[in-house]
């Protein structure tokens, strides 16, 4: 029998919603945790955890660090009971009001774990009361669903499946996610309806309603992988797989164990939940007949379950691996398997291992002829059987009807012996024609393995010679990049032997004109050297760094024009976008334009100002806004009244870049340039 698990969801979970944290452990079938005391191990992280908590000041802090610890970390465990009572304190201690009822959600399922049921109620019964539980239907569905588990453990189904229906329809009522803004919020209330279909698959799967499970397992499913969770959808697509093993279809429970195991590795699940998915593919394959399959999977389970100290799952793994020794006429072994895992089983109250154990050893007794044993172990498997069907009558079930069933099994084991002697001789005659037949299979597959080989050496040669020209066209690439970088730093090193030019020219100039001429002209190849400057040194011939282009180019204008940081402020907003070579010419000449033309004219009449320089793209068209708090200008300048070579360049440029330039006097000066024709990287 598979293990029945409840849904665990992981550390990133926890981390964006406090709320279903809490929920992660909750399920519709729960094993009890089996006590071992708290042996030094325990108290060295209760110790730890302490010390930790003196580190935190922060009490909202404080609580999540231990919750986390009771829940994730350490699945409820015994010891951790501590952790979850200074959660409550702490919570009480400061009045926050909804760690209160994080913390009863806790220790409600802490108690239904550890089977103590009673306790649960009791921690139930105060949430009720709890004005944030009231007022708030979310936190109330998560206490329907823990009252819902409660109820299956006591066997109401009834009852359980009537909480579990109530706290989803409060989930799923209209307008609760449109009227939620908090997006960490709705992603916590899509995970608790994943738990709650999780939930209810499990419930309709005990009760034989294989289409309501299968719905449900899938609608939870669909949820998690939209939220892109594999660890938790790996879990339910586990439970998924185990519906179809209860019904022996045992390939497709295999197929999907696989996959589940798969999602779980993906989305880091913990040691346990892995641990779990290995003794559902053993079981699987158990029932499929793979054997020695299923023994590696179920005892790696056995191993991790052992290193872990998980109870519960060390129970399963001990009757599951003694149903393989029985299966495989290993008796002894099976023996020792379902005693121990029957021990454990008993502790913990879970009916379902019992039986399981009791029907192995059953057998395994029988086998061995020890058959007082095996009719004990007879009796209980009845019990137990009837009891799990929640037959009140179970103990009035005669020793005599079990004596009846089981001088019956033996008649039927014997007259099964005699068979089997009869049918020897036709087995060896069948075993002796299989050899015949593995023999010619054998020279068969030395001739495919001799074509396959050959055919190996052929590809592999291919592969050598394909690799080669790979080489030879990657050598060849780098020749060119290193050839355009050389290229782009000898027009940089060009247009700066021209820039030096025009500034010495410009020191036997004494025409005013003239010398600013000389000096635009300058400031003009000055950009476009920047240009090639940034092309070489990030070794990107197609794009240029837009941010690091106007850092330059900016700092390189207020630097020649010797504008002090003081007298004029500068704000820059630069997208980190790049754009094709051809168009960062036009543009950056453009903008060298405008920042000039600011930092020379704009502020005349003023001893302080602001210049703006913006680039930025908008549904899908690119802005460059150059703005000053100066004497502004006209908005038809560049239309009617605008004569220098300067703004004629810009309007120039502007065409070309098939841009639309507007003027904007409000305060000051914004020129704005507005193109869809442009080309990023």
């Known amino acids: 029998m598979l293990l029945k698990l409840v849904i665990l969801g992981n550390r990133t979970y926890m981390n964006c919603c406090k709320r279903c944290m809490a929920l992660l452990s909750c399920g519709l079938y729960l094993f009890a945790s089996v006590s071992f005391g708290q042996d030094s191990r325990e108290k060295d992280i209760v110790d730890s955890i302490y010390n930790l908590l003196d580190t935190i000041s922060e009490p909202r802090a404080k609580i999540l660090q231990l919750h986390q610890q009771a829940t994730y970390l350490y699945d409820f465990a015994p010891f951790t009971k501590v952790f979850l009572d200074t959660a409550l304190g702490i919570a009480e201690k400061f009045k926050l009001e909804d760690e209160v009822a994080i913390s ?51 066997g109401n189904v009834k009852g359980a499946l009537e909480y579990f229906l109530d706290a989803l329809s409060l989930l799923e009522q209209p307008g609760l996610l449109q009227n939620l803004e908090d997006s960490t919020k709705r992603i916590g209330i899509d995970r608790s309806r994943c738990i709650l279909h999780n939930n209810l698959a499990n419930l309709y799967k005990d009760i034989q309603d294989f289409n309501a499970a299968v719905e449900h397992y899938d609608r939870s499913f669909d949820i998690l992988m939209k939220l892109q969770e594999p660890a938790f959808a790996g879990t339910v697509l586990m439970n998924k797989a185990g519906l179809y093993y209860d019904h022996a279809i045992y390939d497709t429970a295999y197929q999907l164990q696989m996959q589940a195991r798969e999602l779980k590795i993906e989305g880091n699940a913990s040691e346990r939940s892995i641990a779990m998915s290995d003794l559902n593919i053993g079981s699987a394959l158990l029932g499929l007949g793979k054997f020695s399959q299923a023994k590696k999977y179920i005892d790696g389970a056995l191993k991790d379950f052992i290193e872990i100290e998980n109870p519960a799952g060390l129970t399963n793994a001990y009757v599951t691996r003694g149903d393989l020794n029985v299966k495989t006429a290993n008796y002894q072994a099976a023996i020792e398997d379902c005693e121990q895992g029957k021990a454990l089983a008993t502790k913990a109250g879970i009916l379902d291992l019992q039986q399981k154990a009791c029907d192995c050893l059953f057998h395994a007794y029988k086998a061995t002829g020890e058959f007082q044993k095996a009719l004990s172990n007879h009796v209980q498997l009845k019990l137990l059987s009837d009891s799990l069907r929640n037959d009140a009558n179970t103990k009035y079930i005669t020793q005599l009807e079990m004596q009846y069933e089981f001088d019956k099994e033996e008649e039927k084991r014997m007259v099964a012996e005699k068979e089997a002697q009869l049918l020897q001789a036709e087995k060896d005659r069948r075993n002796r024609r299989a050899f015949f037949i593995l023999a010619i299979l054998l020279v068969i597959s030395l001739i495919v393995g001799y074509l396959i080989y050959q055919n190996y050496q052929i590809k592999k040669k291919s592969e050598s010679e394909l690799s080669e020209k790979n080489d030879e066209i990657s050598k060849a690439l780098k020749e060119k990049e290193l050839l355009l970088g050389e290229i782009h730093h000898r027009v940089k090193n060009n247009l700066q032997v021209i820039s030096s030019l025009l500034r010495l020219q410009s020191r036997y100039i004494e025409d005013d004109v003239a010398l600013n001429a000389i000096s635009a002209g300058q400031s003009r190849v000055q950009s476009m050297a920047l240009l090639h400057e940034n ?8 794009g240029v760094n837009m941010q690091k282009y106007f850092d330059r180019l900016i700092n390189g204008l207020f630097s020649a024009l010797n504008i002090s940081p003081d007298k004029i402020q500068l704000e820059k907003d630069i997208a980190p976008i790049e754009l094709d070579v051809d168009f960062v010419v036009p543009i950056g000449l453009i903008t060298n334009e405008l920042i000039t033309n600011s930092l020379k004219h704009a502020f005349s009449n003023q001893s302080q100002g602001l210049l703006k320089v913006k680039l930025y793209v908008e549904e899908n068209k690119l802005f460059l806004e150059v703005s000053d708090n100066g004497k502004g200008m ?33 305060g000051g000066t914004t020129v704005r340039l507005i193109t869809s024709d442009y080309r990023a990287n």
């Open 104 to 154: 009863h959600l806790n220790l409600m399922q802490y108690h239904v774990v550890n089977s103590n049921l009673d306790s649960a109620d009791f921690y139930y019964d105060s949430a009720m009361d709890l004005p944030i539980v009231a007022s708030d239907p979310v936190q109330r569905s998560d206490f329907f669903m823990v009252k819902a588990t409660i109820l299956k453990n006591q």
């Open 535 to 542: 092309l070489y040194q990030d070794d990107n011939f197609t």
């Open 634 to 666: 006209s908005p038809d300048f560049f239309e009617n009244r605008s004569t220098s070579f300067g703004h004629k360049l810009i309007k120039a440029f502007a065409l070309k870049l098939k841009a639309e330039l507007k003027v904007i006097n409000d």
